[in-house]
């Protein structure tokens, strides 16, 4: 029994309703409107979500005024500086920070299924060598169910738990042959020698002619990258993967689902059109032009990297990549780069004008990951595929979340019809 109650009144002397309100651990309390159509008649209308809460979870948490992120109650700004991204990944999954030896066990596990099928290597011939890497990645990871019949049984606990693994597992595996493919480089197997994060890196970089040497401070930066996008709570293409799997479609089917959702420039998209964005703009004196076109609606141009649904305030992911940017381009002795310094610039400039001001609009994660990628030699097109090997952790958390909870059911949104009443049928010949 809720201890609050919301009391829904009509203005035409229909009975007032009372529903339940819930409280979580933090976070806004929430009316359960689950009997609002069977009292009243009525649906709630929000599209896009605005109000609604689609699930309760433990995982992440996000309080978009204040600029906080947490997974599992941990800040965000604590997992980046220490954590490797496996130890989150454990988190993340399982709830707790791991021990020494549970952390050992899960990348031994983890390790042992960065390989995937040989016959998933020649899935990549049937794509054209110019596709983007998303539809690559959408088609292959897709494909795995294909591949992997014995781990797609929902209801069985182990069977869910080996799709964590070989997803995680080898979603850097097939982030890296896709972008190979794209290149017409040859596909590198995975070394156990490595780590998770080295491992991609060295799929991505190294070739058979000769020998691959991990960059510390790349290593860092891409480990830092894939922890900040590692889980953010029911964003939209975890909301995809949480309603195609309410469906009971099998783990590698709804992930591909996530893969698709995320690709839109809104979403996981923009950090590739960020980089197109400032490639547009080429120079600091054409930074004023290029916002003033922003502010014309009509003009459907957007300062991409900038605006958020739920942060209101300075994305905290943005902050801690900002400052992984500057490492980076020290390290690479890139300070100077052009790109870079125009992306400071037009952060600036934008932060200092009304328009953006007043609708709270700040630099998201975007804004400055797509200038790491880039300096780390990664090419604009694979930008959203890694955000999209990030979250994969995020998506089966959420996903298996969702197939424990007892509320869970078929994601079923109820519509406002806005289309024709009931019309009797025209024959053909009578049509006007
Ligand atoms: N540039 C210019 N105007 C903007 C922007 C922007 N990037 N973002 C929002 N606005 C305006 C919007 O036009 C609206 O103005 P008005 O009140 O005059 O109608 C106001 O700000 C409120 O925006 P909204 O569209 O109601 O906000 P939303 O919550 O529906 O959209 C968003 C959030 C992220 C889709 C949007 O800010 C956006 O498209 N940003 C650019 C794309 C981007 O960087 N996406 C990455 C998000 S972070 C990574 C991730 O989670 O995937």
Redesign the pocket.
């Known amino acids: 029994m809720a201890e609050k109650l919301a009391t829904l009144s009509f203005h035409d002397g229909k009975p007032s309703v009372d529903f339940p309100i819930y409280s979580g651990n933090e976070g806004p309390d929430v009316i359960d409107v689950r009997a609002l159509y069977g009292k009243t008649g009525l649906f709630t209308y929000d599209p896009?979500f605005?109000s609604t809460a689609s699930c309760r979870s433990s995982i992440t948490y996000i309080d978009g005024d204040v600029g906080i992120l947490q997974y599992r109650g941990y800040p965000i700004e604590n997992l980046v500086e220490t954590c490797s991204f496996l130890e989150v990944a454990y988190l993340i999954l399982f709830g707790e920070l791991p021990k020494k030896d549970q952390l050992d066990t899960f990348v031994d596990t983890i390790t042992h299924h960065t390989m995937v099928h040989e016959q998933l290597s020649r899935f990549y011939n049937g794509f054209r060598r110019d596709a983007h890497p998303m539809a690559v990645m959408c088609g292959v990871v897709g494909a795995l169910s294909a591949f992997y019949h014995d781990s797609i049984d929902i209801n069985d606990a182990r069977s869910r738990e080996i799709s964590a693994y070989r997803l995680i597992a080898k979603l850097p595996t097939i982030t890296a042959m896709t972008y190979k493919y794209t290149t017409g480089q040859p596909f590198m197997y995975p070394r156990n020698n490595l780590s998770y994060v080295e491992n991609f890196l060295y799929m991505t970089f190294g070739t058979p002619c000769e020998d691959w040497k991990p960059n510390p401070v790349l290593t860092r930066a891409m480990e830092r990258i894939l922890i900040l996008h590692a889980d953010?709570e029911q964003?939209?293409?975890t909301s995809t993967v949480r309603l195609a799997g309410s469906t009971g479609a099998n783990p590698f089917a709804c992930i591909s689902a996530g893969i698709a959702a995320?690709w839109g420039?809104?979403?996981?998209?923009?950090?590739e059109?960020?980089l197109k964005m400032l490639d547009y703009i080429g120079d600091v004196k054409n930074i004023p032009q290029f916002l003033e076109r922003?502010?014309v609606?009509e003009d459907h141009?957007?300062?991409?990297?900038?605006?958020?649904?739920?942060?209101k305030n300075y994305?905290p992911?943005a902050r801690i990549i900002q400052k992984t940017c500057h490492e980076v381009l020290e390290a690479l002795d890139l300070k100077d780069d052009k790109l870079f310094k125009l992306a400071m610039a037009l952060e600036k400039i934008a932060l200092e004008d009304d328009?953006?001001i007043k609708?709270?609009?700040y630099p998201?994660?975007?804004?400055y990951s797509g200038i790491v990628y880039k300096a780390l030699g990664i090419p604009v097109p694979m930008f959203t595929a890694i955000?999209a090997l990030a979250r994969t952790v995020g998506w089966i958390a959420q996903w298996n979340e969702m197939l424990g909870d007892a509320d869970a059911k078929i994601g079923r949104p109820r519509q406002l019809f806005t289309g024709a009443a009931r019309r009797d049928f025209v024959p053909m010949g009578q049509r006007k």
């Open positions: 896009g605005m953010h964003n939209a293409s995320l420039p809104a979403h996981g998209g923009a950090n059109a960020v922003v502010k609606k141009t957007m300062l991409m990297g900038f605006g958020h649904r739920v942060y994305d992911r328009y953006f609708r709270k609009l998201n994660v975007d804004f955000f």
